[in-house]
């Protein structure tokens, strides 16, 4: 199963309400305001741990410039040429691939090469289990000049694995759930923001439900982190 979109700021009203802590979920705009910021700073802090930006693939076809990959370089300047390997990594995932030019410069078009022929998207199959792919193989070892290979397509993951949507809602409580608790660090048994009354266990804030949900986000997190060929 998976989600369409990142956990928002509505998921995460539901979600304290179901603990028990949020009794008057009529929230108004003010309150939904900071359940957004919450939301919206665990996304952004997903996507930094993973190194996957975005990690939800956006609608619209984005374009990413690459330099030929491998370590040596031909030539000296301004003629250097560099690569060398025929494994490119990618810096984010790729649901699909509109096109991919070598030899590209501001000067020259370059040449479009054709998938399954010129190069392969790689792992095999990623596509069948729900991932983008995350490097891509040419069919013979690449030189060119840096930024020269060019790739059009959709970057990120198809949708939200469940574990992340859950992993990235844990963030997003965590975060409420500090900044309110500093709240009532001062004795207070409940805050209020807007209509919305945010109650607090005995003792104060949820030091434990913090704890558990930044463990499943870091260990959600480091699964998908991109792992790198070299």
């Not at 199963?1 to 304290?16: H, I, Y």
């Not at 984005?62 to 390997?85: E, M, Q």
């Not at 289990?129 to 020269?148: A, C, H, K, L, V």
């Amino acid at each position: 199963m998976s989600q369409t979109a990142m956990p928002t700021g509505l998921d995460l009203q539901e979600r304290l309400v179901a603990a028990g802590i949020v009794s008057n979920p009529l929230a108004t705009s003010e309150t939904f305001t900071r359940y957004d910021l919450w939301a919206g700073a665990a996304k952004a802090d997903w996507e930094k741990r993973t190194g996957r930006v975005p990690f939800v693939v956006d609608a619209a076809d984005a374009t990413r410039y690459y330099d030929p990959p491998g370590p040596h370089a031909r030539g000296g300047w301004p003629n250097a040429w560099v690569g060398g390997s025929h494994l490119l990594e990618l810096d984010n995932g790729l649901v699909s691939c509109t096109s991919l030019t070598i030899g590209y410069s501001p000067s020259a078009p370059g040449t479009v090469l054709t998938v399954n022929v010129g190069y392969w998207l790689k792992p095999v199959n990623a596509a069948l289990n729900g991932r983008p792919s995350e490097w891509i193989e040419f069919s013979s070892p690449q030189w060119g000049y840096p930024r020269s290979i060019v790739i059009v397509g959709k970057w990120g993951y198809p949708s939200v694995p469940d574990d992340v949507f859950g992993a990235v809602l844990d963030r997003a409580l965590a975060l409420a759930l500090t900044e309110l608790g500093a709240m009532s660090s001062g004795g207070m048994s409940s805050v209020a923001l807007g209509l919305d009354k945010f109650t607090f266990a005995a003792g104060g804030a949820y030091d434990s439900e913090v704890k558990r949900a930044m463990t499943n986000f870091e260990q959600t997190s480091m699964r998908y982190t991109r792992q790198y060929l070299g």
